[in-house]
């Protein structure tokens, strides 16, 4: 089986890093508490060199953030799109984005996985959140040609998450209001460490080939 699956086609070798990374910014991630995260955000209808410069620097912030996925929300602009480098179950590699997405949920009798989930605008915090263990996104490319990617397993929870941005929702909304405080306090007692862990990683990556 191929070992990565690039906007859910199978390649034969892919870099460490999307190349996009190479051309792109990096960009400040907004945090829980900030309204654009907060809002359904709006369809993409320009596609052309402003889509892709962002998409470029939304792969660079992910990056350097150490996620397996990053929203324009999590960038300050409210657009449903998303970009992703992650993993399934079985190891198999997934990178891509995809523009006004679409999350199918399954039709026929799912499972639930109950596994730590984390954001990149919750920094520090990791808590225990059931998603199903399949997911079909359908949307479009940064060129506005039609993109269908399904996952498992992480991977699935990746789609889900990032799907769940698009609509103005944080996975803290899944939780109990214990479990939520619980998440916060992991925030506050950890964000420092992860924006001195990113700040790093921003200075290393600059010297790294993407």
Sequence with gaps: MPRVFVQGSPVGYYPRYAPEAGRGTVRRITEVGEEVLRRPCRDVT???????????DMFRTMYVADGAGLAA???GLDLRLFVYDCPDDDGVRH?????????ETPTGERR???????????????VTVPRPDRAVVRGQDKDGRAVVVEGTGYFARCLAHESDHTAGHLYLDRLSTRE??????????RRDEVYARR???EAAFGTERP
Excluded: W, Y
């Design 46 to 56: 320009e596609f052309g060199p402003g889509l892709a410069a962002l998409i470029d």
């Design 73 to 75: 929300n999590q960038v």
């Design 112 to 126: 639930l996985l109950e596994e730590g989930e984390g954001c990149l605008s919750v920094p520090g915090a990791v």
């Design 180 to 189: 939520r405080k619980d998440a916060l306090r992991q925030m506050t007692d």
């Design 95 to 103: 990178v891509g984005h995809i523009v006004n997405p679409v999350l």
């Design 199 to 201: 700040a790093a990683k």
